[in-house]
């Protein structure tokens, strides 16, 4: 028994094509001499958009993938944060369409009934993978349109609410969402503890956005963007994340209409 979503990209030429003969009847594998594409497609899609969306999915009270995806909100969140801010994005020349293609076949593979992927797991190390997976992507965003991505955005905003800890030992730390404990896994939590402990919101969001050693560019450099990772954590604080991400889609398709 298998998932329908499959994907096996194997870099090399025909010697590999012969003696990976199963490949002309697996349509999910692929052998090709370069499969940076597919790396790429996996990487900034599929497990970036995991990556943005863990915190606030986890905030909203959504336990797996598949709950999160049955959120109207936090599906049209998923789906729009993918094809909307993460593929215009990526670091890689990818045809639209293509792009397209493998980002739906990632939300039906989101979907998935019987796949239990729990957000929790998923947040282990999410700063080191915010840094890997989005980092690029991002940078990568404000090159081609000079503005600011909202989904990513509020994405990242979520994951700072989401790092507010108390630290217990090294790389490991203590929050609480929705009444409920939670523990973070990640070898920043002493980091985001701390700046929690003596910052106000703005300033913790802007003194993270800066620090080069986390993502290796200074983000607050980004027109607009520190100033809207910092409104919506201070509304993520004051309304919570479901009100928040209501009133996210209440406010773009107000400016839609108008």
Not at 28 to 55: C, M, Q, W
Request: proline share 4%.
């Amino acid at each position: 028994m298998t998932e329908a979503y499959a994907l096996w990209a194997i870099e090399g030429g025909e010697e590999v094509r012969e003696v990976l003969s199963f490949h002309s009847v697996a349509t999910g594998v692929v052998i090709r001499p370069d499969i940076t594409l597919f790396r790429e497609l996996k990487l900034r899609l599929l497990n970036g958009t995991h990556t943005l969306s863990y915190a606030l999915a986890h905030l909203v009270g959504c336990t797996t993938v598949r709950e999160a995806l049955e959120n109207e909100y936090l599906a049209r969140f998923i789906h729009n944060l993918m094809l909307a801010d993460l593929l215009p994005g990526i670091p890689y020349a990818v045809d639209e369409k293509v792009g397209q293609r493998f980002g739906l076949q990632v939300l039906d593979r989101f979907r998935n009934p019987y796949l239990e992927h729990r957000w929790m797991a998923i947040a282990m190390q999410g700063t080191m993978k915010m840094q890997m997976r989005n980092v690029p992507t991002l940078l990568h965003y404000y090159e081609q349109h000079q503005a600011v991505p909202h989904y990513m955005a509020l994405g990242f905003a979520a994951y700072l609410l989401f790092m507010r800890n108390t630290a217990s030992a090294p790389g490991v730390g203590h929050g609480e969402a929705n009444g409920e404990p939670y523990t973070i896994i990640d070898d920043r939590a002493g980091y985001l503890a701390d700046l929690w402990a003596r910052l106000s919101p703005a300033e913790l969001t802007t003194t993270v956005l800066r620090n080069t050693a986390l993502w290796g560019s200074d983000l607050t450099r980004l027109p607009g963007f520190a100033e809207c990772v910092s409104q919506y954590l201070a509304q993520l604080l004051e309304e919570g994340a479901p009100a928040t991400l209501r009133a996210f889609f209440t406010k773009k398709s107000a400016a839609v209409n108008s």
